[in-house]
Every structure is written in structure tokens, then in C-alpha cells.
């Protein structure tokens, strides 16, 4: 094993760079608060692992959407506990990525020179909010059909380019099929990779540049 190792060693600098994360020193001034941007890391990882489970049963049409999550929770091996886990951590993730931008921001971490950083901050925040919304339809049920109404509806209002956007919302007119299958593709393909994309911005440069002091 040694050996395997050491032609590693050679080639990566594994030592190096093991050596680099356990040395780093964590200021004094830090507490709990300062936790709440890895506690909306874990609830995504979370969120991304349950949401793959029932990508197995699920079925995004607007036949079968609302039977196959019945089917989840009823038939589904454990499939009651995965969807549960994935619901609430989605309201974890919301609220603890909520508290986080207060923290940073009440303690001045958006200036100079994390300006990057708060900005990245913001868009992940953003994708945060999409996921819930685009979510928020998948089950095809009463609440998710008339949230998801209501909100590819707002943009109705902006002059000239409302009634196109709408429909760039929704595939149509209406909400339908097409809605709910541009909605499951975002949900499970464009936002996470655009979130995993901003996260791998979003932390180096807080390595780099440190924790923000106190107040």
C-alpha cells in the first residue's frame, strides 16, 4: 500500500494538500451562526441524494405525475421516509440559506474583498428559491398546479415582452405538459448543475480570502 501511495505522493501532493485543510485555523470570533452556510451544503447534498431516489419512480406527466408519488409514499420501499427527508430538507435548505445571507450580511461579509463571493452568494440563493418553485409542480397535484399558475403568470404584467415570457415559462399558453416537463428538467439537470457550478466558485473564495472578523 505504501508503494501505491507514494506514486500518488509523487504525481498529486496529497500530503500537501491534507495538510493545507487541517492546518487551517479557525478565527476566535467564530460561532454557530457561522455554520449556517455548511448546514444549506449538507441540506443540498441531501436534497440531491433523495431527489435521485425517486427519480427511479417518478414520472413526469400529467397522467402519472400524481399516481407516481402516491406510489412513493404508499408502495415504494422506504419511499415515505425519502420523500419526507426531501421535503423537509428542502425547507431546511430555504431557511438556513435565509439566516446565512442575514449573517454574512450583518456582519459585513459582502465588502471589499469579498465582493465575488456575496455575489455568488446572491445567485446561489436565487437557484435556492427556483428549486422550491420548480418543486413545488412536479407532484401535479391541486396546490403545486395553482402555485405554479399563479407564479408563470406574474411576468403577464411587464409590457410587450409579458405574454412571450409566459409562454417561455410554461411551453404554452397554459400550464400542461410542457410546463411540468421543462419544470422537471430544471428541477433535476439545469439548477443543480448550475448550483454545483457556483458552489465550486463560491467556496474556493472563501478559502482564499478567509471568514469575514467580527462586527
Known sequence: MSKVYDWFEERLEI???ADDIT???????????????????????????????MTFYYRPTVTEAFASVQ???????????????HRWSASMMVLMMILHVFRVYLTGG????????????????????????TGYSLPRDQIGYWAV??????PEAIPV????????LRGSASVGQSTLTRFYSLHTFVL????????LMHFPMIRKQGISGPL
Open 149 to 154: 399558475k399563479i407564479v408563470t403568470g406574474v
Open 23 to 53: 492546518s487551517k485555523y479557525v478565527p476566535p470570533h467564530v460561532n454557530i451562526f457561522y455554520c449556517l452556510g455548511g448546514i444549506t451544503l449538507t441540506c443540498f447534498l441531501v436534497q440531491v441524494a433523495t431527489g435521485f431516489a
Open 161 to 168: 415582452i409579458g405574454l412571450p415570457l409566459v409562454e417561455l
Open 110 to 133: 459582502f465588502k471589499k474583498p469579498r465582493e465575488l463571493t456575496w455575489v455568488t452568494g446572491v445567485v446561489l440563493g436565487v437557484l435556492t428559491a427556483s428549486f422550491g418553485v
Open 71 to 85: 406510489y412513493i409514499m404508499t408502495e415504494a420501499n422506504f419511499g415515505w421516509l425519502i420523500r419526507s427527508v
Open 15 to 17: 500530503q500537501a494538500i
Open 192 to 199: 443543480p448543475l448550475l448550483t454545483a457550478v457556483f458552489m
